[in-house]
């Protein structure tokens, strides 16, 4: 099993930058694939960003591209999400996982950070 801390959240005035942090603990070697997903208020989860854990190889959503930068620091066994340029519409909880296999199924979910974009 692995484990996902996620941390990093806050308030912020749209515009502004974050960053997120989400430490993996455990079985590490398994993955294959770290994600960023976010949960709005009456909205289900979706996908935002992710990173193959040896590769590098990352994939954004649209909604997100040239603002947000995910990245990882294998000794660390951490994964980042660089959030600038912050909207109103970013509001939500957002969640790391693990993906084991390419093009498997995420899991492993952290309990989420909250982030609050304000106008």
Same mark, same amino acid.
């Given at each position: #099993?692995?484990?996902?801390?996620?941390?990093?959240?806050? @308030?912020?005035?749209?515009?502004?930058? @974050?960053?997120? =942090?989400?430490?993996?603990?455990?079985?590490?070697?398994?993955?294959?694939?770290?994600?960023?997903?976010?949960?709005?208020?009456?909205?289900?989860?979706?996908?935002?960003?992710?990173?193959?854990? =040896?590769?590098? =190889?990352?994939?954004?959503? &649209?909604?997100?591209?040239?603002?947000?930068?995910?990245?990882?620091?294998?000794?660390?066994n951490t994964v980042? @999400? #660089?959030? &600038?340029? $912050?909207?109103?519409?970013?509001?939500?909880?957002?969640?790391?996982?693990? #993906?084991? $296999?390419?093009?498997?199924?995420?899991? &492993?979910?952290? #309990?989420?950070?909250?982030?609050?974009?304000?106008?």
């Amino acid at each position: #099993q692995v484990q996902m801390v996620e941390s990093g959240g806050g @308030l912020v005035q749209a515009g502004g930058s @974050l960053r997120l =942090s989400c430490a993996a603990s455990g079985r590490t070697f398994a993955v294959y694939a770290m994600g960023w997903f976010r949960q709005a208020p009456g909205k289900e989860r979706e996908f935002v960003a992710s990173i193959i854990w =040896s590769g590098g =190889s990352t994939v954004y959503a &649209n909604s997100v591209k040239g603002r947000f930068t995910i990245s990882r620091d294998n000794a660390k066994n951490t994964v980042y @999400l #660089q959030m &600038n340029s $912050l909207k109103t519409e970013d509001t939500g909880v957002y969640y790391c996982a693990a #993906q084991q $296999l390419a093009g498997g199924r995420y899991g &492993n979910w952290g #309990q989420g950070t909250q982030v609050t974009v304000s106008s």
